[in-house]
């Protein structure tokens, strides 16, 4: 790859460090470790940046690590207007609206007050760091070999190089993970027996700045929520446990289209509209809802970040803020035991393990599933009880009046002192 000699961890401060995946959590890494007087190389196994998904959100101390960055302005040029969650029946109407919580107190509702769609996030990040951090596309590590002074990256094109560090930011599925748990472990998954697919398909005139979320008989949601002009996202969502469903996500995207249009074929409401829409869009994505649960974060010189390392999954609203606060702790600890590697990365499970086991623990699969009913009759009940709670304004209320969100009260750390670039 052709990046320079390796510096050594116990002669100076300065390390080399290789990340593997070019996500959120990949890159608000690299920008606080370049900050720290470290050199950085990113590489992504896309051919350039993945400025591509769904919308996301910020809650709690993600947004704090934001703000850390000096990036909470920016970002905030780029939210989604989304005031708020409605849910409707299978004729449109609207039975029930939990507004976003504006008003800087307690927690976020189920709509955050910071709505960003994750390529603007991806692209935010990449500004902020691709004058100081190397990036590669269209390469991944195939794999790597360490022992006590360095780790051996060897890459997909043939290359290979030295560096004092390796972090996995690789996402739910991480390659990285697999390679240092020990051989035979099953991959870490917290199953829930809940699956979710989304694309874009054009916005009609009724698609407002609410979202829409609606349920129909067999465990099916769908939501529709409005980002841009001339865009609208869906989600179709299914309680499902058949080995078929948790299979169909490694199958090639146009059998995942079959099976997804299979499952909700006259579903009602606006059925018909997304999955004509689904049949030629370019943004189809499909996923088993899962968490990540490992107590390895790290193995010699080589860490987990983000997802890799603790994926809690779309449910506990807190995906991409524990990622971007991951990376913060992480970068963090390196920063500060630039030459105790061993320490550094001890800090960083012992310092956000805490954080991370209670934004999981939100994550209920038994509350979700209430939420998905599978008869009518219990969609009718779940309409009926969050009218009657929105009616009488208590989600707001509680919102409101909480003490914190959903990372509970653990604090974000003090970062150590930063070199100016």
């Not at 052709?2 to 390390?15: D, E, F, N, P, Q």
């Not at 959100?57 to 947004?63: A, E, P, V, Y």
């Not at 690590?65 to 004729?91: P, T, Y």
Request: proline share 4%; hydrophobic share 40%.
């Amino acid at each position: 790859m052709g990046i320079g000699v390796m510096t050594s961890a116990s002669g100076t401060r300065s390390l080399k460090v290789l990340v593997c995946g070019g996500g959120i959590a990949g890159q608000a890494t690299a920008y606080w470790l370049v900050r720290g007087g470290h050199r950085v190389v990113v590489v992504e196994r896309f051919p350039a940046l993945r400025a591509t998904g769904a919308q996301v959100d910020l809650r709690g101390q993600g947004i704090e690590a934001v703000e850390a960055m000096g990036l909470l302005d920016v970002v905030k040029s780029k939210l989604v207007d989304e005031a708020g969650v409605a849910f409707v029946d299978a004729q449109g109407k609207t039975r029930a609206t939990i507004m976003a919580n504006t008003s800087g107190q307690g927690r976020q509702t189920l709509t955050s007050e910071y709505e960003i769609m994750r390529g603007d996030l991806v692209r935010i990040l990449n500004d902020a760091t691709k004058n100081d951090v190397d990036y590669v596309f269209g390469t991944s590590v195939d794999r790597f070999e360490q022992d006590e002074k360095k780790v051996v990256a060897y890459f997909s094109d043939g290359s290979s190089d030295a560096f004092d560090l390796l972090i996995g930011a690789d996402g739910q599925g991480s390659r990285v993970r697999r390679a240092i748990l020990p051989a035979g472990t099953p991959e870490p998954y917290w199953q829930m027996g809940i699956h979710m697919s989304y694309w874009f398909v054009p916005r009609i005139a009724s698609d407002s700045n609410i979202r829409d979320t609606y349920n129909a008989p067999g465990g099916r949601m769908i939501m529709r929520r409005s980002h841009h002009p001339d865009e609208t996202q869906v989600y179709f969502v299914l309680r499902e446990t058949s080995e078929e469903a948790s299979a169909i996500h490694r199958e090639p995207v146009e059998r995942q289209k079959e099976f997804w249009a299979e499952r909700f074929r006259g579903a009602g409401w606006q059925t018909d509209r997304f999955i004509e829409g689904m049949e030629t869009t370019p943004s189809f994505y499909s996923q088993e809802v899962v968490q990540v649960r490992t107590d390895t974060w790290s193995h010699g010189r080589v860490a987990l970040v983000g997802d890799a390392a603790h994926c809690a999954s779309p449910y506990s609203g807190m995906g991409v803020s524990g990622g971007l606060v991951g990376a913060y702790v992480l970068a963090g600890e390196i920063n500060r035991h630039p030459t105790d590697l061993p320490r550094a990365l001890a800090n960083y499970d012992t310092t956000l393990r805490p954080f991370v086991d209670e934004v999981q623990a939100t994550v209920k699969p038994r509350l979700l599933r209430l939420g998905m009913p599978m008869s009518r009759f219990g969609i009718n009940a779940f309409l009926a009880v969050s009218g009657l709670a929105t009616f009488l304004r208590i989600p707001d209320l509680v919102a409101r009046s909480s003490k914190e969100d959903r990372g509970g009260d653990w604090q974000l750390p003090q970062s150590p002192e930063l070199r100016v670039r």
